[in-house]
């Protein structure tokens, strides 16, 4: 470069910003501002909406992207490209549970005893179906119960005869059989 020569102005293209084509609102207040793409399957608004639709009421993502009629690498590329709808999708799955339990409670605070039983088997393993058991809970009951009686028999000074194991199973099979009727007998008041 001479000294007399001025540098050579460089001119900068701007990059035109892509343009907002459409918006969705999506769960927590979240916004999905798809930009104008060529030849990309989320252009037509109504595959965008069918995958909405279907992870809103729990589809998996095969299911919702069969739905939408689009493969999982397509929407596994969408999700690169728009991060918040993989936010989305984990807040509509969130918002499905929640309404299932608070229709669960309202079932049981309503009377329904059915769907109460149903959710003390799930969650508390004494009311659990033995069939569903893991196994071992049975045994760690009786021991638990073994110990107690054990610490409550040296508080109050008493040195009971040694039960054995056989009639330890029989006082638990009796405790399920007066399960068993208590159940029996909260059903025929209910009217179930």
């Not at 073994?146 to 610490?151: A, D, G, S």
């Amino acid at each position: 470069m001479d000294q007399g020569q001025e540098p050579k102005k460089r001119r900068w293209r701007r990059k035109e910003k892509p343009s907002t084509v459409y918006s969705i609102a999506l769960p927590f207040g979240l916004v999905l501002h798809v930009k104008k793409s060529t030849a990309a399957w989320w252009m037509d608004q109504q595959k965008v909406h069918m995958l909405i639709a279907a992870f809103s009421i729990g589809s998996t993502i095969p299911e919702a992207c069969s739905y939408a009629e689009i493969s999982v690498r397509q929407y596994k590329y969408f999700v690169q490209e728009y991060p918040v709808f993989a936010e989305a999708r984990k807040g509509y799955v969130s918002k499905l549970s929640i309404m299932a339990k608070m229709a669960i409670v309202k079932a049981i605070k309503a009377g329904d005893l059915k769907t109460a039983w149903k959710w003390l088997e799930k969650k508390d393993p004494e009311f659990a179906r033995p069939s569903r058991r893991k196994k071992g809970v049975r045994e760690e009951r009786i021991e638990q119960r073994r110990k107690e009686n054990e610490e409550w028999n040296r508080q109050h000074g008493i040195k009971p005869a040694e039960i054995s194991d056989e009639e330890l199973q029989a006082l638990e099979q009796l405790r399920a059989a007066r399960r068993k009727r208590i159940q029996e007998e909260a059903r025929k008041r209910s009217g179930l």
